[in-house]
């Protein structure tokens, strides 16, 4: 079966660096992304990886090994404003998004 | 700027009740969705359209029905609403750009009692 595996909640301090690790099982491979989700909101779009290696945008960076099955999202200089929950989503070989569960990030003060 | 939008925000309804949740994007987008998703819960995709008059189910087992007349609209209907009903819906689309990010609805929040 396809499966995504997260870490189900991790806790993190304002300015401080965390990583959050997505490995995955899936038939085929076409690109993983990661959202960002609020409580009670919509997910949002934050990162794509295709091919390995990592993608740097502002605070966050997105890491991907393809041989591995194994991504991570990097978050620098946190903010209180991060608290949320992080969804890694794989897209498979029929181009199918599979979801994992989130990781909810607390940070505190 | 993602332009798709959900209504109703929120509902709270009687067993047995038809529902219909709106969701409407202005991209041009030819795929949209519907996931369901449980406060805490991962997303599980109920149905999907890749355009016009074309419709599937998804992984998730649901009896709601979708109709993709227009490519901007895609609405769900709930024939007979259950408790079991409760829960948020999230409808998005996407386009044929690089990525094939998903852009997403605010959500419809529905409570059935």
């Known amino acids: 079966g396809q499966n995504i595996d997260q870490p189900t909640e991790m806790t993190a301090t304002e300015g401080a660096i965390v990583q959050i690790n997505c490995t995955y099982q899936?038939?085929?491979?076409?690109?993983l992304f990661w959202y960002q989700q609020h409580a009670g909101e919509a997910p949002t779009f934050l990162s794509y990886?295709?091919l390995d290696g990592l993608e740097e945008k502002g605070r966050f960076s997105s890491f991907l090994s393809r041989s591995k099955g194994y991504s991570y999202l990097l978050l620098k200089e946190l903010q209180m404003k991060d608290s949320a929950s992080y969804l890694c989503?794989?897209?498979?070989?029929?181009?199918?998004?599979?979801w994992g569960a989130g990781t909810k990030l607390i940070i505190k003060p | 700027e993602a332009d798709i939008y959900q209504t109703p925000r929120y509902l709270v309804i009687g067993t047995g009740k038809k529902i219909t949740l709106e969701c409407s994007q202005t991209?041009?987008?030819?795929?949209m969705y519907w996931y369901q998703q449980d406060p805490g819960m991962e997303l599980h995709l109920i149905h999907y359209?890749?355009?016009?008059?074309?419709?599937e189910k998804g992984d998730l087992s649901s009896e709601s029905t979708v109709s993709r007349i227009r490519t901007e609209h895609f609405p769900l209907t709930l024939e007979s609403a259950r408790p079991s009903h409760t829960s948020q819906y999230l409808c998005?689309?996407?386009?044929?750009?690089?990525?094939?990010?998903?852009?997403f609805g605010e959500g419809s929040r529905l409570t059935v009692l």
């Open positions: 998005a689309s996407s386009g044929t750009g690089d990525t094939g990010e998903l852009f």
């Open positions: 991209m041009g987008h030819d795929k």
């Open positions: 990886n295709v």
């Open positions: 359209s890749y355009g016009v008059n074309s419709t």
């Open positions: 899936t038939s085929g491979f076409n690109g």
């Open positions: 989503a794989v897209t498979d070989s029929n181009y199918q998004l599979i």
